[in-house]
């Protein structure tokens, strides 16, 4: 019997009975030893002995269950996180018997994009108290990850048998990609198109405010002139205004269809996440595009996408939006809108005279992700 096998019999004996720990086998194996001795010899006091074992056996695998008995585990909420973000996870138990129990073992058995099982110890839980258990992982994938039952476990008090108990709880914690601060993105800043209105918009907030004045020089347009401070300071001053931005419309496509490998999609995942917020900080329009057609705008709800997103079976055709996109994929595309650029993972077949010089931004996976989106050599 492999020791996989072992644990599992283990575990499966201290959910649905008690599982005798190394001193109960002991003890069980020398009331065996003495009730054989007593059966051949018909001796009185090894009788005894072997009943009194048998005894204290019945007392340890009965007190374990009711230690685990009217307990209460609540799990502390955790707003959302990012990859690589440090987590504080708080555990209340709470005892609604009229009596203290411990020592207690607490099992927390996080995923791995959690940070894996994590193990604490409860030395007393006193008589309608409550205990806080604290400790800190880290968030190593990203994902919506339900929070998983947590295991309480005692051999209270004679240690002799091992009985768990597992006590659910809900809610979930939501882990966004990684957001890399790039400091420029040439392929982004190349497309992208105006949208319609804003410039007027733009132009009429604008109209008229002033940055800061400055002496009249030879071609600056009269109508630039502040009058008032002029005749004051006895000289002309010319107004500086804000000039108006032209704001583009940027939407990123991730193309979950393709033949990813998985370092390299969630490589492309945590691209979005950063190109996302690189556009939003430049004051660009920005849309999030997700086969087969759903389209993300606010913060939330884009980073929400992505920590939820998975890689899709193949489709016989994939809908392609109609206006120019940044297409991060793992093969490139032929058929995009005029103006499209595209991020591409790995080797994967060239586009030739299909693409724009500078359209189309190859990535390394083995090469560090934010110098290649800046366009720095590797």
Known sequence: MTKKQ??????????????????????????????????????????????????????????????LEHLQLQRSPLPPRSVGDLLFIELDLTNHDAWGKGPLQIIDPLPQGLGGCQTQAVAYLPARGTVSCQYRSYARQRGIYPWPGVVVRTAAPLGLAWRRRSLETEGSLVIYP?????????????????????????????????????????????????????ARLGELRV????????????????????????????????????????????????????????????????????????????????????????????RPQGDLPPGSQQIVWGQSPALGERHRPGSLLRINPEAPLAAQLEGKPS
């Open 239 to 330: 107004r500086e205004v804000d000039s108006p931005n032209r704001q583009r419309a940027i939407t990123l496509a991730l193309h979950t269809t393709a033949p990813w490998s998985t370092d390299s999609f969630e490589q492309a995942v945590t691209a979005a996440a950063s190109l996302y917020h690189y556009a939003r900080r430049r004051g660009d329009a920005v849309t999030l595009w997700l086969p087969p057609g759903q389209q993300y705008r606010d913060r939330p709800s884009v980073l929400a996408a992505l920590a939820a997103i998975a890689l899709t079976p193949p489709a016989a055709s994939l809908p392609l939006p109609s206006s120019p996109v940044v297409w991060l994929t793992c």
């Open 178 to 230: 990684q957001i890399l601060p790039l400091g420029h993105c040439p392929i982004l800043e190349a497309g992208g198109q105006g949208v319609e209105g804003l410039d007027d918009l733009r132009q009429g907030q604008i109209e008229g405010l002033t940055r800061s004045l400055r002496p009249y020089r030879w071609g600056d347009p009269s109508r630039l002139i502040h009058w008032r401070t002029s």
């Open 6 to 67: 072992l644990i599992g019999i283990a575990t499966w004996l201290e959910q649905h009975w008690v599982n005798p720990a190394y001193s109960g086998w002991l003890l069980l194996g020398l009331m065996g030893f003495f009730l054989g001795a007593a059966t051949n010899t018909l001796s009185g006091w090894l009788y005894v002995i072997s009943g009194g074992m048998a005894a204290l056996l019945a007392i340890a695998a009965r007190l374990p269950v009711r230690q």
